[in-house]
Nanobody
């Protein structure tokens, strides 16, 4: 299983932007479709965005469509999530994971440590 390390979170005011990164420990990640998920306090983890192994066909949850952009740089074994026009309801711990295209469910059971995003009103 590929090890993934999320970074780039922080505290930002509503309307601000952040760019999250998900760095993989090995190049095999480049053969996986990848996704971002988030978990707010007291809530279940939810899907945010996904991108195919090639970088094509980005797909978003309705709640972030038009504000977030997922991308990947396979030369750097890294997946990104550009988050613009942030809202307080975007506050959560964000995780990346390899996903099954179609169901968009994680391929593996283990999660990284995530990165905290806090949006103040």
């Amino acid at each position: 299983q590929v090890q993934l390390v999320e970074s780039g979170g922080g505290l930002v005011q509503a309307g601000g932007s952040l760019r999250l990164s998900c760095a993989a420990s090995e190049r095999t990640v480049n053969s996986y479709h990848m996704g971002w998920f988030r978990q707010a306090p007291g809530k279940e983890r939810e899907f945010v965005a996904a991108v195919m192994w090639s970088g094509g066909s980005p797909y978003y949850a309705d709640s972030v469509k038009g504000r977030f952009t997922i991308s990947r740089d396979n030369a750097k074994n890294t997946v990104y999530l550009q988050m613009n026009s942030l809202k307080p309801e975007d506050t959560a711990v964000y995780y990346c994971a390899a996903v099954r295209w179609g169901s968009l469910r994680p391929l593996f059971d283990d999660w990284g440590q995530g990165t905290q995003v806090t949006v103040s009103s």
